[in-house]
């Protein structure tokens, strides 16, 4: 057991919130901790500490005015209490890192909801996926987080994936990384850097072929170490 506890690798996966509209598509999330568990891996939720952009009231599709909640809080729902503040990410040995999507990517950990190409990243996330990138560490990007990719690490001509969607495959060109069209079951493994992105639900069309593309990029991950 103490050999096992050892040599079990650590991948941490990043969160935006609870709920695709305003935090991380939870689906995503729950299939990427599945994926890391079957895999014999130790997952380990982080998330900063900061307010969410809104609050969306998941039945009605409409924003709950004067309701406030907080990532880190929300977070936590998905990881049954056991998470970590993204600023404590120096003190864990962490092995890889995931972003699973969700609205709460492009509202919380970053404006591209709102700016597109000019958006700015949350410093604490900016600081994650640079540490990661230059300890030639695997970073996974799912559906829309790949956005967030380009913007950080688009100068290292990264190569990306959101799917087939022109708009956002856009967007990605022109913060400098190159966009593959893809498959939802399928990855797309950058020539440059260990980065493997899948385009989950921006795709879809079910969670059978959404967990398909999660599993394989898991899998392509773990390849990676």
Not at 62 to 71: C, D, G, P
Request: with cysteine; aromatic share 4%; net charge negative.
């Amino acid at each position: 057991m103490d050999l096992l506890t050892t040599t079990m690798k650590k991948i941490g996966v990043l969160l935006s919130g609870c709920g695709f509209l305003d935090g991380s598509e939870i689906q995503e999330a729950v299939l990427t901790l599945l994926a890391l568990d079957k895999a014999g891996v130790e997952a380990v939720c982080l998330a900063p500490d900061i307010m969410q952009h809104d609050v969306i009231n998941h039945y009605t599709d409409l924003e709950m005015i004067n309701e406030s909640r907080n990532v880190l809080v929300e977070s936590a729902r998905i990881a049954r209490g056991s998470i970590h503040n993204l600023k404590e990410i120096n003190t864990i040995a962490l092995d890889a890192l995931i972003m699973p999507g969700g609205y709460g990517v492009a509202k919380n950990l970053s404006n591209y909801a709102f700016k597109e190409t000019e958006c700015n990243v949350n410093e604490e996330v900016a600081m994650a996926l640079q540490l990661f990138y230059n300890r030639d560490k695997p970073l996974g990007f799912i559906c829309i987080s790949p956005a967030i990719a380009a913007k950080v690490l688009g100068h290292e001509h990264i190569e990306l994936t959101i799917g087939n969607d022109p708009e956002t495959s856009a967007h990605i060109e022109a913060m400098g990384a190159r966009h593959i069209d893809c498959q939802v079951w399928n990855t797309v493994i950058s020539k440059k850097g260990k980065i493997v992105s899948t385009p989950a639900y921006m795709l879809g069309p079910t969670i059978g072929e959404v967990a398909k593309g999660i599993e394989k990029l898991v899998a392509d991950i773990l390849a990676l170490l």
